[in-house]
Every structure is written in structure tokens, then in C-alpha cells.
């Protein structure tokens, strides 16, 4: 079962922005839910996607296109570049984000609903 932990752990694309380009068949899909659904790899148990049903976005793992790259044709596209990072006050690495030097949100920015408040990390322990 392949998986990995990331610090990233989902990234939301709209719907429209989604496509599988190679592998659809490999897929298993699961309904987690009536409102909630999962999908993977049955080869190697990879999260390739998540999201509400029916819903404007589809939540995919940045780590999954890191680890499939050597097996696969598809890198991640550039649009997957990082722009922000948000929900950072339940970040149990921060500095990891803010060393970036991207726009780190406490919550979420105001377009999406949030306080639009930054986050100011606490300093390094190692």
C-alpha cells in the first residue's frame, strides 16, 4: 500500500481543472458518505481524489504526483504551484510553510469564507 504523509495534505482544484489523463481504469471509487466520496489506485492504494458530491472542487494529494512521477508520464502541472497557504493554526509544522515566504492564512482568506487574519508562526524548536 502506497501512501505518504505531506505537509501539504490536500489541494483543492475546481472541478473543471480536474482530469485523469492516463489510468482511469485503476481507479476505485468509494462513497464515504452521501455528500463525500473517495478515490484511489488499486494497485498501490495512492489518494488520487476526494470531494463533496456534486461539489465545485476536487481535493487531490500533492505527494501522490511527487511519488508517481518516476512511474509515470504525468508530472503535476505547474498550476499546482503553491500561491498561499491557509487553515495554518492547525499546523503542527508552521515553520515548515512560512520559510516559503508565501501569504500564510490563520484560517482562510475572506474570498473563501475566512477572517482573511495572517498567521504569524511561533519560532523554531528543533
Request: hydrophobic share 40%; aromatic share 12%; glycine share 10%.
Amino acid at each position: 500500500h502506497a501512501n505518504a504523509g505531506s505537509g501539504v495534505h490536500i489541494l483543492a482544484v475546481p472541478v473543471a481543472a480536474f482530469k485523469i489523463v492516463a489510468g482511469e481504469d485503476m481507479l476505485v471509487e468509494h462513497k464515504a458518505s452521501e455528500k463525500f466520496y473517495r478515490k484511489w489506485c488499486k494497485a498501490c492504494g495512492a489518494g488520487i481524489a476526494q470531494g463533496p458530491v456534486g461539489g465545485p472542487l476536487v481535493g487531490t494529494f500533492p505527494t501522490t504526483y511527487e511519488k508517481c512521477a518516476t512511474r509515470f508520464p504525468h508530472p503535476a502541472p505547474e498550476i499546482f504551484q503553491a500561491e498561499m497557504h491557509f487553515n495554518m493554526e492547525n499546523s503542527i509544522i508552521p515553520e515548515t510553510f512560512t520559510a516559503e515566504g508565501l501569504p500564510c492564512f490563520k484560517d482562510f482568506p475572506a474570498a473563501f469564507g475566512g477572517s482573511d487574519t495572517m498567521f504569524d508562526a511561533p519560532a523554531a524548536t528543533f
